[in-house]
């Protein structure tokens, strides 16, 4: 069993839909990130939490330490949100810190 | 603006070449990662660096070797590339328990 499990695996949505993607993962950790890889490659860290709620411009995140589980959601979603979500955590103990990795949710939103 | 980059976006080897790739953070950054990315299996460490001369096996380092000389600059070598090295390369960095930056990628094809 992965460590960190995304779903859904693929999102279709049409522009201006709110948009929930989920992460659970099953370690102890210290923090989680979600990041976003547009096509071409790049990956950008979108968010890094540890506890509560955090806002950038239309993304939210959200962590649930309790249950394991964290949500990335995109309000008013646009073509240009398209490309893959990956969520990652930072386990106790784990080695140096290193990334435990999802594999990710591709998000396609139709105009 | 935290800067990684790399020193390759598409790289095109024959089986048995030696392969360097290379990576250079601006940010003084102490840790150092490389990964590869293919489809279906997310992406996996090979190696990291948490300070100069320093290195650590990942998760997959067979095939691969690293050297980090100086504090900016983290390579990835390939002693003799084989088909399936055929992969994206990502490199990463950032200072302990921050945020994650990574490079644009190089996306290896071994012939």
């Known amino acids: 069993k992965n460590e960190v499990e995304q779903s859904p695996q693929n999102l279709t949505a049409q522009e201006g839909e709110f948009i929930t993607i989920n992460c659970s993962y099953s370690v102890g950790i210290s923090a989680l990130h979600w990041l976003q890889q547009h096509p071409g490659g790049g990956i950008v860290s979108l968010f890094m939490?540890?506890?509560g709620k955090k806002k950038h411009g239309r993304l939210i995140a959200t962590i649930n330490i309790q249950e394991k589980h964290s949500s990335l959601h995109i309000t008013a979603s646009h073509p240009r949100d398209s490309a893959v979500y990956i969520c990652?955590?930072?386990?106790?103990?784990?080695?140096?810190?290193?990334?435990?990795f999802g594999k990710g949710t591709k998000l396609s939103v139709k105009p | 603006d935290v800067k990684v980059t790399q020193s390759s976006r598409y790289l095109v080897k024959r089986t048995g070449e030696k392969v360097f790739l290379e990576c250079v953070q601006d940010m003084d950054h102490e840790n150092m990662f490389w990964y590869r990315q293919d489809p279906g299996l997310g992406l996996r460490l090979i190696y990291f660096s948490y300070d100069v001369k320093m290195k650590e096996k990942g998760d997959i380092p067979e095939g691969y070797s690293v050297s980090r000389e100086k504090k900016e600059r983290f390579s990835l070598i390939l002693e003799s590339a084989s088909t399936n090295q055929t992969s994206m390369y990502l490199c990463?960095?950032?200072?302990?328990?921050?945020?994650?930056?990574f490079g644009p990628g190089t996306r290896l094809t071994v012939t």
């Open positions: 990463a960095s950032r200072l302990p328990g921050g945020e994650q930056y």
């Open positions: 990652a955590v930072i386990s106790y103990g784990g080695s140096q810190g290193n990334l435990i």
């Open positions: 939490l540890s506890s």
